[in-house]
Structure formats: structure tokens, C-alpha cells
T-cell receptor
Framework: DQQVKQNSPSLSVQEGRISILNCDYT??????FLWYKKYPAEGPTFLIS?????DKNEDGRFTVFLNKSAKHLSLHIVPSQPGDSAVYFC??????????????FGTGTRLTIIP | GAVVSQHPSWVICKSGTSVKIECRSL??????MFWYRQFPKQSLMLMAT?????????EQGVEKDKFLINHASLTLSTLTVTSAHPEDSSFYIC????????????FGDGTRLSIL
């Protein structure tokens, strides 16, 4: 049962254009959402996050939008740069029975920026 | 800042041996560390959570006697895969965070474990 889904395994975008990565979730108990970026042979790097009580968070070229009614979030990167080429993971936070933070990850979207 | 170092990055060993993986937070105090496992073409799956000085809490379906976790200090957690078998071959990755609200988990680079 995949609670966090990234339905596009890959995406190619021209340099300078907007990249939009999508993520859907099913668990309404998630209270925080995060985006991580991963280069080959490295661990995921935190990019941006959003609380479930907000609908938008912006940090430089990166903006995350949350639509709670649709259980959908998206990451916008504008303008896209070649260095943005990586795998992007969406993650959603919940609390375990022990009260610990638990992140549930999507399967990732490979973004390729075409020069 | 927020660097997490994981060692080794790659290990190959014979079936039946035990393998220890270290996870260190280099520039912050990690009150909580997490261990994940990733199978090919699948997402990261949380195995267990460890709070410094406490016993680890394991996710459903993860054998605590198979995957021993120790978090004895604010900068170090270890995962020991005991009596490893080929089905334990996978990518293991740790993350760490402080107790500060809103602080995200920061990840190590992972360990590729291959059991022959």
C-alpha cells in the first residue's frame, strides 16, 4: 500500500523553463511534507518543506504547493538549471505509535534538464 | 552544515557473517537517528528509529534481533546486520535530526550491502 506516490518516474525539461514535480498521498494524518533531491552515489539532500496548515512555501527558485483537499503537492523549480538534474523524492511525515517522527517516501522522479 | 557521514559505503561479505554500519552526525547533535532500507526501484522504507540513550523502536515486520541498532551518543548510531544472508542484500541509509521543531532529517550517503 503506497501511501505516497510519484506517478512520473522521469521528467525532461528545457533549461530556463519551469519544472513541475508532482506527488499524491492517501493518508490524511500526514502533517508535514518534504522534498529531497538525490544525486547518484549520494544520500538525499533536503530541499524544501511545507506544513499541512499552509498551501505554499517558497525558497528562491523552489516553491512547494499543497492542495489538501486533493491530497496533492507539487514542487516547482523556475528557472530550471542543469545542476537541477537529479532524482527528487517527496516525503510525508506522520507520528508512529511511539510518538516518533516517521517519513514515508515516494519512489522518486528523475528530472533531467536539457541545456 | 548538517553533515551525516555513513561508513562503509559498500561492503561484500559471505553469508553468515555480521556486518556493522556506522552513521555519524559531524556538525550537530543527533537526538534521533533513523535507519532506512531501499530495494531496487522502490522507495526508502523506514526500518527503525533510535533516540540517543534509548532502545530503538522498530517498524512492523523488521526483526530486531536481525538488525541491531545502537545509539550510544549524540553523534553516532550503528546498525549491525547479524548472520547476514543473501536476502539481506540491499541499500541501507541512515538519517539524523536534532530535537529542534521544523528541522528536517539529514541523510548519509548510504551503504550498499551484498551478501554472497
Amino acid at each position: 500500500d503506497q501511501q505516497v506516490k510519484q506517478n512520473s518516474p522521469s521528467l525532461s525539461v528545457q533549461e530556463g523553463r519551469i519544472s513541475i514535480l508532482n506527488c499524491d498521498y492517501t493518508n490524511s494524518m500526514f502533517d508535514y511534507f518534504l522534498w529531497y533531491k538525490k544525486y547518484p552515489a549520494e544520500g538525499p539532500t533536503f530541499l524544501i518543506s511545507i506544513s499541512s496548515i499552509k498551501d505554499k512555501n517558497e525558497d528562491g527558485r523552489f516553491t512547494v504547493f499543497l492542495n489538501k483537499s486533493a491530497k496533492h503537492l507539487s514542487l516547482h523549480i523556475v528557472p530550471s538549471q542543469p545542476g537541477d538534474s537529479a532524482v527528487y523524492f517527496c516525503a510525508a511525515r506522520s507520528r508512529s505509535n511511539f510518538g516518533n517522527e516517521k517519513l514515508t517516501f515516494g519512489t522518486g522522479t528523475r528530472l533531467t534538464i536539457i541545456p | 552544515g548538517a553533515v551525516v557521514s555513513q561508513h562503509p559505503s559498500w561492503v561484500i561479505c559471505k553469508s553468515g557473517t555480521s556486518v556493522k554500519i556506522e552513521c555519524r552526525s559531524l556538525d550537530f547533535q543527533a537526538t534521533t537517528m533513523f535507519w532506512y532500507r531501499q530495494f531496487p526501484k522502490q522507495s526508502l522504507m523506514l526500518m527503525a528509529t533510535s533516540n540517543e540513550g534509548s532502545k530503538a523502536t522498530y517498524e512492523q515486520g523488521v526483526e530486531k534481533d536481525k538488525f541491531l541498532i545502537n545509539h550510544a551518543s549524540l553523534t553516532l548510531s550503528t546498525l549491525t546486520v547479524t548472520s547476514a544472508h543473501p536476502e539481506d542484500s540491499s541499500f541501507y541509509i541512515c538519517s539524523a535530526r536534532t530535537a529542534r521543531p521544523g528541522w528536517p532529517q539529514h541523510f548519509g550517503d548510504g551503504t550498499r550491502l551484498s551478501i554472497l
